[in-house]
C-alpha cells in the first residue's frame, strides 16, 4: 500500500496552517506510486544530494514540502514556507542564487534541520 507519511515536525507545521491553505497544498501535493520511479526525472520535483542521501522538494503555493522515499511511499521531512528558506539562507550566509537546491543540498544546517524531522518519528 502507498503512503505519504508525515513525521511529528512536518505533521505540526502543515497543522499550523489555516484550514483552507492545508486542503490546498494535499491537493497539489498528489503522488502515485507510479510517481515514484519517475522522481528524478520529472521537472515538477527539485532534488537535493549529500553523501548517498537523496531528499526531494515540491513547491505548493508558497511552501516548499521536502519528503524522500521510503519502503512504504514517501516520508515528508518538512513543509517550509518559502520565506523561511530564503532566511535561512540568509542567516546560513549562503549566496540566494538561482539553484536553491544545489545550495541547500550542499549545506549541513539544512540536513540538520531534515535529520531533526526525521529523529522526530511518525505524527500520530
Known amino acids: 500500500m502507498f503512503q505519504i507519511i508525515f513525521n511529528a515536525i512536518s505533521a505540526a507545521e502543515l497543522s499550523g496552517l489555516p484550514k483552507?491553505?492545508?486542503?490546498?497544498?494535499?491537493?497539489?501535493?498528489?503522488?502515485?506510486?507510479?510517481?515514484?520511479?519517475?522522481?528524478?526525472?520529472d521537472d515538477r520535483f527539485g532534488r537535493l544530494e549529500?553523501?548517498?542521501?537523496?531528499?526531494?522538494?515540491?513547491r505548493a503555493k508558497d511552501y516548499r514540502i521536502y519528503f524522500e522515499r521510503c519502503p512504504e511511499?514517501?516520508?515528508?521531512?518538512?513543509?517550509l514556507h518559502k520565506n523561511t528558506l530564503g532566511d535561512f539562507l540568509y542567516r546560513s550566509k549562503l549566496p540566494m542564487v538561482a539553484d536553491?537546491?544545489?545550495?541547500?543540498?550542499?549545506?549541513?544546517?539544512?540536513w540538520q534541520l531534515i535529520d531533526?524531522?526525521?529523529?522526530?518519528?511518525?505524527?500520530?
Do not use: C, W
Request: zero cysteines.
Open 20 to 41: 483552507l491553505m492545508q486542503l490546498d497544498l494535499l491537493s497539489d501535493f498528489q503522488l502515485l506510486p507510479n510517481d515514484l520511479d519517475a522522481l528524478d526525472g
Open 50 to 58: 549529500r553523501e548517498g542521501r537523496k531528499l526531494y522538494r515540491f
Open 73 to 79: 511511499g514517501v516520508t515528508v521531512h518538512r513543509i
Open 100 to 110: 536553491e537546491d544545489e545550495h541547500l543540498g550542499q549545506t549541513r544546517k539544512f
Open 116 to 124: 531533526e524531522g526525521a529523529r522526530s518519528g511518525r505524527a500520530g
